[in-house]
Protein backbone atom coordinates (compact mmCIF):
# COMPACT_ATOMS: atom_id res chain seq x y z
CA UNK A 1 0.00 0.00 0.00
CA UNK A 2 1.36 3.31 -0.81
CA UNK A 3 1.78 5.73 1.96
CA UNK A 4 -0.98 7.45 3.54
CA UNK A 5 0.50 10.68 3.65
CA UNK A 6 1.13 10.74 -0.52
CA UNK A 7 -2.57 9.61 -1.06
CA UNK A 8 -4.08 11.62 0.88
CA UNK A 9 -1.93 14.42 -1.42
CA UNK A 10 -2.64 12.83 -4.73
CA UNK A 11 -6.57 12.94 -3.42
CA UNK A 12 -6.30 16.34 -2.94
CA UNK A 13 -5.01 17.39 -5.90
CA UNK A 14 -7.34 15.25 -8.10
CA UNK A 15 -10.10 16.88 -6.41
CA UNK A 16 -8.96 20.21 -7.10
CA UNK A 17 -9.37 19.48 -10.83
CA UNK A 18 -5.78 18.57 -11.93
CA UNK A 19 -4.80 16.11 -14.64
CA UNK A 20 -2.71 12.90 -14.17
CA UNK A 21 -0.18 14.87 -16.08
CA UNK A 22 0.14 17.87 -14.19
CA UNK A 23 0.08 15.83 -10.57
CA UNK A 24 3.05 13.14 -11.67
CA UNK A 25 4.47 16.44 -12.87
CA UNK A 26 3.88 18.75 -9.20
CA UNK A 27 4.96 15.68 -6.82
CA UNK A 28 7.05 13.15 -8.94
CA UNK A 29 5.19 9.94 -8.79
CA UNK A 30 4.61 8.45 -12.31
CA UNK A 31 1.35 8.86 -14.19
CA UNK A 32 1.35 5.28 -14.15
CA UNK A 33 1.31 4.83 -10.68
CA UNK A 34 -1.82 7.34 -9.89
CA UNK A 35 -3.69 5.52 -12.57
CA UNK A 36 -3.03 2.25 -10.71
CA UNK A 37 -4.02 3.77 -7.31
CA UNK A 38 -7.37 5.14 -8.93
CA UNK A 39 -7.73 1.30 -10.51
CA UNK A 40 -7.15 -0.53 -7.26
CA UNK A 41 -9.71 2.22 -4.91
CA UNK A 42 -6.91 3.61 -2.78
CA UNK A 43 -8.02 6.63 -3.50
CA UNK A 44 -11.45 6.22 -3.18
CA UNK A 45 -11.10 4.77 0.94
CA UNK A 46 -11.42 7.24 3.66
CA UNK A 47 -8.58 9.27 3.56
CA UNK A 48 -9.67 11.91 6.21
CA UNK A 49 -9.29 9.18 9.04
CA UNK A 50 -5.69 9.66 11.10
CA UNK A 51 -3.12 7.96 8.58
CA UNK A 52 -2.11 4.49 10.14
CA UNK A 53 0.99 4.40 12.41
CA UNK A 54 4.30 4.09 10.36
CA UNK A 55 7.60 2.43 11.34
CA UNK A 56 10.65 4.48 12.00
CA UNK A 57 12.05 3.95 8.86
CA UNK A 58 15.94 3.69 8.22
CA UNK A 59 17.94 5.51 7.09
CA UNK A 60 17.31 6.28 3.28
CA UNK A 61 19.52 4.79 0.77
CA UNK A 62 19.80 8.69 -1.15
CA UNK A 63 20.67 10.20 2.56
CA UNK A 64 24.50 10.25 2.24
CA UNK A 65 23.92 11.86 -1.56
CA UNK A 66 21.85 14.89 -0.67
CA UNK A 67 24.28 16.86 0.04
CA UNK A 68 25.60 16.24 -3.28
CA UNK A 69 22.58 17.40 -5.15
CA UNK A 70 22.04 20.48 -2.69
CA UNK A 71 25.07 21.67 -4.17
CA UNK A 72 24.64 21.24 -7.68
CA UNK A 73 21.04 22.51 -7.58
CA UNK A 74 22.19 25.63 -5.72
CA UNK A 75 24.38 26.70 -8.85
CA UNK A 76 22.01 24.54 -11.51
CA UNK A 77 18.56 24.84 -10.42
CA UNK A 78 17.05 23.55 -13.29
CA UNK A 79 19.62 20.25 -13.74
CA UNK A 80 17.17 16.82 -14.38
CA UNK A 81 16.41 14.25 -11.97
CA UNK A 82 17.80 12.16 -14.72
CA UNK A 83 21.00 14.30 -14.58
CA UNK A 84 21.43 13.97 -10.63
CA UNK A 85 21.03 10.29 -10.64
CA UNK A 86 23.70 9.72 -13.01
CA UNK A 87 26.14 11.90 -10.81
CA UNK A 88 24.97 10.35 -8.14
CA UNK A 89 25.29 7.23 -8.67
CA UNK A 90 29.00 7.10 -9.92
CA UNK A 91 29.32 8.19 -6.38
CA UNK A 92 27.68 5.31 -5.22
CA UNK A 93 24.40 6.02 -4.94
CA UNK A 94 22.84 2.19 -4.78
CA UNK A 95 18.90 3.11 -5.01
CA UNK A 96 16.34 3.88 -7.60
CA UNK A 97 15.64 7.20 -9.25
CA UNK A 98 12.01 7.41 -8.13
CA UNK A 99 13.39 7.84 -4.60
CA UNK A 100 15.64 10.29 -6.48
CA UNK A 101 12.78 12.00 -7.73
CA UNK A 102 10.55 12.56 -5.19
CA UNK A 103 13.40 14.23 -3.08
CA UNK A 104 14.26 16.50 -6.42
CA UNK A 105 11.07 17.43 -6.18
CA UNK A 106 10.45 18.36 -2.56
CA UNK A 107 14.23 20.59 -2.33
CA UNK A 108 14.56 21.97 -6.12
CA UNK A 109 14.73 25.78 -5.55
CA UNK A 110 12.21 27.94 -7.01
CA UNK A 111 12.02 30.80 -8.33
CA UNK A 112 10.30 33.44 -6.87
CA UNK A 113 8.02 35.04 -9.54
CA UNK A 114 8.46 38.12 -11.09
CA UNK A 115 6.53 40.90 -9.62
CA UNK A 116 4.36 42.58 -11.50
CA UNK A 117 4.30 46.58 -11.16
CA UNK A 118 1.35 48.19 -12.33
CA UNK A 119 2.25 51.46 -14.56
CA UNK A 120 -0.11 54.33 -13.14
CA UNK A 121 -0.56 57.35 -15.28
CA UNK A 122 -1.68 60.63 -14.63
CA UNK A 123 -4.99 61.98 -15.87
CA UNK A 124 -5.11 63.49 -19.48
CA UNK A 125 -1.54 62.05 -20.22
CA UNK A 126 -1.70 58.51 -21.94
CA UNK A 127 -4.34 56.07 -23.83
CA UNK A 128 -3.55 52.74 -25.06
CA UNK A 129 -4.23 51.32 -28.49
CA UNK A 130 -4.36 48.13 -29.82
CA UNK A 131 -6.39 45.65 -32.57
CA UNK A 132 -8.32 42.41 -31.48
CA UNK A 133 -9.42 40.51 -34.13
CA UNK A 134 -13.07 38.81 -33.92
CA UNK A 135 -15.28 36.38 -36.10
CA UNK A 136 -18.29 37.05 -36.95
CA UNK A 137 -21.27 34.71 -38.87
CA UNK A 138 -20.42 37.07 -41.61
CA UNK A 139 -16.64 37.52 -41.47
CA UNK A 140 -13.74 38.27 -39.71
CA UNK A 141 -13.77 42.27 -37.86
CA UNK A 142 -10.74 44.01 -36.33
CA UNK A 143 -11.48 45.77 -32.93
CA UNK A 144 -9.95 48.45 -32.38
CA UNK A 145 -9.43 49.29 -28.74
CA UNK A 146 -8.74 53.38 -27.14
CA UNK A 147 -8.52 52.98 -23.40
CA UNK A 148 -7.18 56.13 -21.20
CA UNK A 149 -5.04 54.95 -18.93
CA UNK A 150 -5.93 57.23 -15.55
CA UNK A 151 -10.07 56.85 -15.77
CA UNK A 152 -10.02 53.13 -17.83
CA UNK A 153 -12.54 55.02 -20.04
CA UNK A 154 -12.58 52.82 -22.90
CA UNK A 155 -13.78 52.83 -26.82
CA UNK A 156 -14.25 50.16 -29.57
CA UNK A 157 -15.20 50.24 -32.79
CA UNK A 158 -15.01 47.28 -35.38
CA UNK A 159 -13.77 47.74 -38.91
CA UNK A 160 -13.27 45.24 -41.63
CA UNK A 161 -9.80 45.74 -42.30
CA UNK A 162 -6.87 46.70 -40.31
CA UNK A 163 -5.26 49.47 -42.29
CA UNK A 164 -3.59 52.96 -41.35
CA UNK A 165 -7.18 54.44 -42.86
CA UNK A 166 -8.71 52.59 -40.27
CA UNK A 167 -6.13 53.39 -37.37
CA UNK A 168 -6.70 57.40 -38.63
CA UNK A 169 -10.08 57.35 -38.84
CA UNK A 170 -10.72 55.42 -35.56
CA UNK A 171 -8.20 57.58 -33.40
CA UNK A 172 -10.20 60.84 -34.57
CA UNK A 173 -13.43 59.15 -33.60
CA UNK A 174 -12.01 57.56 -30.45
CA UNK A 175 -10.84 61.64 -29.87
CA UNK A 176 -14.47 62.99 -30.48
CA UNK A 177 -15.66 60.42 -27.98
CA UNK A 178 -13.81 61.60 -25.30
CA UNK A 179 -13.77 65.30 -26.26
CA UNK A 180 -9.88 66.07 -26.24
CA UNK A 181 -7.10 64.22 -26.80
CA UNK A 182 -4.45 62.48 -24.78
CA UNK A 183 -0.94 63.91 -24.39
CA UNK A 184 0.46 60.42 -25.71
CA UNK A 185 -0.31 57.22 -27.28
CA UNK A 186 1.03 54.41 -26.74
CA UNK A 187 1.39 51.45 -28.74
CA UNK A 188 2.16 47.82 -29.11
CA UNK A 189 5.08 47.91 -32.28
CA UNK A 190 1.80 48.21 -35.01
CA UNK A 191 3.06 48.14 -38.10
CA UNK A 192 0.98 51.03 -39.52
CA UNK A 193 2.55 53.16 -36.42
CA UNK A 194 5.98 51.52 -36.10
CA UNK A 195 8.09 50.32 -38.83
CA UNK A 196 10.99 49.38 -37.23
CA UNK A 197 12.00 49.55 -33.34
CA UNK A 198 15.90 49.90 -33.31
CA UNK A 199 16.06 50.43 -29.68
CA UNK A 200 17.53 47.19 -28.64
CA UNK A 201 20.41 47.73 -30.78
CA UNK A 202 20.99 51.23 -29.21
CA UNK A 203 18.88 52.93 -31.84
CA UNK A 204 15.78 55.03 -32.13
CA UNK A 205 12.25 53.95 -32.70
CA UNK A 206 11.12 54.89 -36.79
CA UNK A 207 7.31 56.00 -37.26
CA UNK A 208 5.41 55.54 -39.61
CA UNK A 209 5.64 58.88 -41.50
CA UNK A 210 2.01 59.21 -42.66
CA UNK A 211 1.32 58.71 -39.07
CA UNK A 212 3.94 61.31 -37.90
CA UNK A 213 1.97 63.73 -39.88
CA UNK A 214 -1.36 62.62 -37.90
CA UNK A 215 0.22 63.15 -34.62
CA UNK A 216 1.16 66.27 -35.47
CA UNK A 217 -2.13 67.36 -36.17
CA UNK A 218 -3.74 66.65 -33.14
CA UNK A 219 -0.59 67.28 -30.69
CA UNK A 220 0.29 63.97 -29.41
CA UNK A 221 3.61 62.08 -28.81
CA UNK A 222 4.40 58.54 -30.03
CA UNK A 223 4.76 55.68 -27.62
CA UNK A 224 5.41 52.47 -28.15
CA UNK A 225 6.02 49.36 -26.33
CA UNK A 226 9.81 47.47 -26.23
CA UNK A 227 9.71 44.34 -28.37
CA UNK A 228 8.45 41.51 -26.17
CA UNK A 229 7.61 44.10 -23.11
CA UNK A 230 4.16 43.85 -23.67
CA UNK A 231 2.85 43.81 -20.38
CA UNK A 232 3.24 48.20 -20.17
CA UNK A 233 0.30 47.93 -22.53
CA UNK A 234 -1.69 45.65 -19.87
CA UNK A 235 -4.59 48.49 -19.68
CA UNK A 236 -5.40 48.12 -22.93
CA UNK A 237 -5.01 44.64 -23.16
CA UNK A 238 -7.12 43.29 -20.45
CA UNK A 239 -10.29 45.12 -21.77
CA UNK A 240 -9.74 42.86 -25.00
CA UNK A 241 -10.85 39.81 -23.04
CA UNK A 242 -13.66 42.00 -21.66
CA UNK A 243 -15.08 43.15 -24.88
CA UNK A 244 -14.22 39.58 -25.74
CA UNK A 245 -16.22 37.53 -22.54
CA UNK A 246 -18.73 40.69 -21.47
CA UNK A 247 -19.84 41.70 -24.98
CA UNK A 248 -19.57 40.01 -27.51
CA UNK A 249 -20.06 35.97 -25.72
CA UNK A 250 -23.22 35.09 -25.88
CA UNK A 251 -24.83 37.56 -28.06
CA UNK A 252 -26.35 37.73 -30.95
CA UNK A 253 -26.02 40.36 -34.20
CA UNK A 254 -27.99 40.77 -37.03
CA UNK A 255 -24.81 42.62 -38.91
CA UNK A 256 -22.52 45.31 -38.62
CA UNK A 257 -25.07 47.81 -37.89
CA UNK A 258 -26.50 45.99 -34.94
CA UNK A 259 -23.09 44.99 -33.69
CA UNK A 260 -22.09 48.93 -33.63
CA UNK A 261 -25.44 49.85 -32.00
CA UNK A 262 -25.37 47.17 -29.59
CA UNK A 263 -21.79 48.12 -28.76
CA UNK A 264 -22.54 51.86 -28.23
CA UNK A 265 -24.90 50.79 -25.59
CA UNK A 266 -22.58 48.52 -23.96
CA UNK A 267 -19.57 50.85 -23.38
CA UNK A 268 -21.88 53.57 -21.73
CA UNK A 269 -24.24 51.14 -19.88
CA UNK A 270 -21.75 48.52 -18.83
CA UNK A 271 -18.40 49.32 -19.48
CA UNK A 272 -17.74 52.89 -18.20
CA UNK A 273 -20.18 52.43 -15.77
CA UNK A 274 -19.10 49.71 -13.83
CA UNK A 275 -16.68 49.96 -10.56
CA UNK A 276 -13.28 48.79 -12.13
CA UNK A 277 -11.70 46.40 -10.68
CA UNK A 278 -8.14 47.99 -9.95
CA UNK A 279 -9.31 51.63 -9.68
CA UNK A 280 -12.56 50.78 -7.46
CA UNK A 281 -14.54 53.87 -9.51
CA UNK A 282 -16.58 54.03 -12.27
CA UNK A 283 -14.45 55.43 -14.92
CA UNK A 284 -17.27 57.37 -16.21
CA UNK A 285 -16.85 59.05 -13.18
CA UNK A 286 -13.43 59.60 -13.14
CA UNK A 287 -12.72 60.87 -16.59
CA UNK A 288 -15.35 63.26 -15.75
CA UNK A 289 -13.82 64.32 -12.81
CA UNK A 290 -10.23 64.10 -13.00
CA UNK A 291 -9.39 63.78 -16.57
CA UNK A 292 -11.28 65.69 -19.02
CA UNK A 293 -10.12 68.88 -18.25
CA UNK A 294 -6.42 67.78 -18.79
CA UNK A 295 -6.89 66.65 -21.97
CA UNK A 296 -5.69 68.59 -25.23
CA UNK A 297 -8.39 70.35 -27.23
CA UNK A 298 -9.72 68.79 -30.44
CA UNK A 299 -7.98 70.14 -33.18
CA UNK A 300 -10.68 72.18 -35.14
CA UNK A 301 -10.87 69.98 -38.42
CA UNK A 302 -10.03 66.12 -39.33
CA UNK A 303 -6.74 65.42 -40.57
CA UNK A 304 -6.03 65.70 -44.38
CA UNK A 305 -3.84 62.79 -45.61
CA UNK A 306 -1.32 64.03 -48.39
CA UNK A 307 -0.82 59.82 -49.10
CA UNK A 308 -4.15 58.37 -48.37
CA UNK A 309 -7.08 59.18 -50.61
CA UNK A 310 -10.43 58.28 -49.29
CA UNK A 311 -12.40 55.18 -51.23
CA UNK A 312 -15.22 57.73 -51.98
CA UNK A 313 -12.62 60.18 -53.59
CA UNK A 314 -10.93 56.91 -55.13
CA UNK A 315 -14.29 55.84 -56.93
CA UNK A 316 -14.54 58.99 -58.07
CA UNK A 317 -11.72 59.92 -59.79
CA UNK A 318 -11.45 56.36 -61.71
CA UNK A 319 -15.80 57.32 -62.65
CA UNK A 320 -14.38 60.63 -63.98
CA UNK A 321 -11.80 59.08 -66.38
CA UNK A 322 -14.03 56.86 -67.75
CA UNK A 323 -16.58 59.06 -68.01
CA UNK A 324 -14.09 61.31 -70.88
CA UNK A 325 -15.28 61.23 -74.26
CA UNK A 326 -13.14 59.45 -76.52
CA UNK A 327 -10.93 60.93 -78.90
CA UNK A 328 -11.40 60.41 -82.95
CA UNK A 329 -8.52 59.78 -84.67
CA UNK A 330 -9.72 60.63 -88.79
CA UNK A 331 -7.79 58.21 -90.93
CA UNK A 332 -6.24 59.95 -94.15
CA UNK A 333 -4.50 58.19 -96.77
CA UNK A 334 -0.55 59.63 -97.72
CA UNK A 335 -1.21 61.51 -100.57
CA UNK A 336 -3.68 63.88 -98.97
CA UNK A 337 -0.95 64.97 -96.47
CA UNK A 338 1.77 65.82 -99.05
CA UNK A 339 -0.75 68.01 -100.95
CA UNK A 340 -1.31 69.64 -97.76
CA UNK A 341 2.76 69.97 -97.65
CA UNK A 342 2.86 71.24 -100.77
CA UNK A 343 0.19 73.80 -100.65
CA UNK A 344 1.72 74.97 -97.18
CA UNK A 345 5.37 75.26 -98.98
Known amino acids: MYGWERLVLLRHLLDQGLSKTAIARQTGVSRRLIYHLLTTGQLDRDLSAPGPRTRVQRPAKLEPYQAIIATRLG ?49 GLQ ?16 ALLVVLGYSRLLWVRFYPRQTMRTV ?25 VILEDRRPDGARLLENAEFLRFAAHWGFRIRACRPYRAKTKGKVERPVGYVRGNFVYGRDFLGDTDLEAQLEHWLEATANARIHGTTSEVPRTRFERDERATLLPLAPRPYHSLGLLPPTRTR ?19 ETYAALAEAAG
Open 127 to 142: AQVDFADFKFPWGKRH
Open 316 to 334: QVASLTLARPLLTVERRPL
Open 75 to 123: TYPELSAVRLFDEVRAAGYAGGITQLRDYVARVRPRPEPEPVIRFETAP
Open 168 to 192: IAGLEAAFAYFGGVPHELLFDQMKA
